[in-house]
C-alpha cells in the first residue's frame, strides 16, 4: 500500500479530518447518461469518486485532483451544487475497522475518526464518456461507468447525491450551454437533441430546440455532413468556444 493511503487512515496530518470531496462524475454515451462510480474493497456496495482534501489544496483543487485520478483528464468542467452532513451517514453500511484492516492492512481503531461525522462537498464533472479510461484506486475493487437509470447498490447517501447532482445538472443545462462538455467536438442536431431529452427526462419539440438552440449563436454550422445511412447525411455542427465562455458566464435563453 502507497504511504499515502496509509497517512490517509491513520490521519498523520496530511489531510483534513472529517471533511471530503464527493464527485459526480457524468458521461453521456449511446443515448445514455451515466455516472462513473468506484466499488470499495471488500464490500459489495459502490459510491461516487470522492476523497478527502489535503491540507495544502483548495476544494476545487481536490475535485480535480479526484476527477484526473479516475479519468486521466485534466481541465474538466465541474460544477459544486451542494453540501452533505448527517451523524448517520457512515452508520449503516457495513464499514467496519475489520473491513477497513483488509483493505489496508492497517489496525485502524474502532474509534478511528474515519467512522466520525464527516461532512461532503459535492461536484458535479461533466467530461466526454469516449476519452475516459476509468482509473480504479488501490483500494478498489473496481471503477466503472454506470447508467444513472440503473444504478448497482450504492453506500451511504450517495444515491441521493447522485439524484442531486442530476437535478443541478438539469437546472444548469436548461440555462448554461454546458453540453458542450458531454458531446464529441462535432455533431448532429439530433445528436444534441438527444442529450438535451437525455438529461432533462422529457421531449422536446424537434424544431422548437434547433430553433431556440441556433438563435443563442453559440453552435456553428459546418459545411460537413455525417452519413448515417444510405439516404441521411445530416450537417455536423460544433460549439462556438467564445460564445460558449460567455454563456458559461452570463446564460443563454436556454430553458427548454
Not at 8 to 29: A, K, P, R, S
Not at 73 to 95: A, E, I, T, V
Not at 100 to 121: A, C
Request: net charge negative; glycine share 6%; aromatic share 12%.
Amino acid at each position: 500500500m502507497e504511504q499515502e493511503d496509509a497517512d490517509f487512515f491513520l490521519n498523520t496530518g496530511q489531510f483534513l479530518y472529517n471533511v471530503g470531496v464527493d464527485n459526480v462524475i457524468f458521461g453521456y454515451h449511446e443515448k445514455e447518461l451515466k455516472v462513473l462510480l468506484q466499488q470499495p474493497i471488500p464490500l459489495d456496495k459502490w459510491t461516487v469518486t470522492g476523497g478527502y482534501i489535503k491540507r495544502t489544496e483548495s476544494i476545487e483543487e481536490a475535485a480535480n485532483r479526484i476527477a484526473f485520478l479516475r479519468t486521466g483528464l485534466k481541465g474538466l468542467f465541474f460544477q459544486q451544487f451542494r453540501s452533505f452532513g448527517n451523524p448517520d451517514r457512515s452508520k449503516d453500511n457495513g464499514l467496519t475497522a475489520a473491513h477497513l484492516k483488509k483493505m489496508t492492512g492497517l489496525d485502524v481503531p474502532e474509534d478511528s475518526w474515519i467512522f466520525d461525522y464527516f461532512v461532503s462537498v459535492a461536484f458535479y464533472t461533466l467530461t466526454e464518456f469516449s476519452k475516459v479510461e476509468p482509473k480504479k484506486g488501490e483500494l478498489e475493487a473496481d471503477c466503472q461507468w454506470w447508467p444513472v437509470s440503473d444504478l448497482p447498490p450504492i453506500m451511504f447517501d450517495h444515491a441521493m447525491i447522485i439524484a442531486e447532482a442530476l437535478k443541478a445538472l438539469r437546472l444548469h443545462i436548461a440555462h448554461y450551454p454546458i453540453g458542450y462538455e458531454l458531446l464529441e467536438e462535432k455533431f448532429t442536431l439530433p445528436e444534441i437533441h438527444s442529450l438535451y431529452e437525455t438529461i432533462l427526462g422529457k421531449s422536446l419539440d424537434d424544431r422548437n430546440f434547433a430553433k431556440r438552440l441556433m438563435a443563442t449563436g453559440i453552435i456553428i454550422k459546418l459545411n460537413e455532413t455525417k452519413k448515417i445511412g444510405a439516404h441521411r447525411s445530416p450537417f455536423l455542427y460544433k460549439f462556438d468556444k467564445e460564445k460558449y465562455a460567455e454563456g458559461l458566464k452570463s446564460g443563454v435563453a436556454l430553458a427548454f
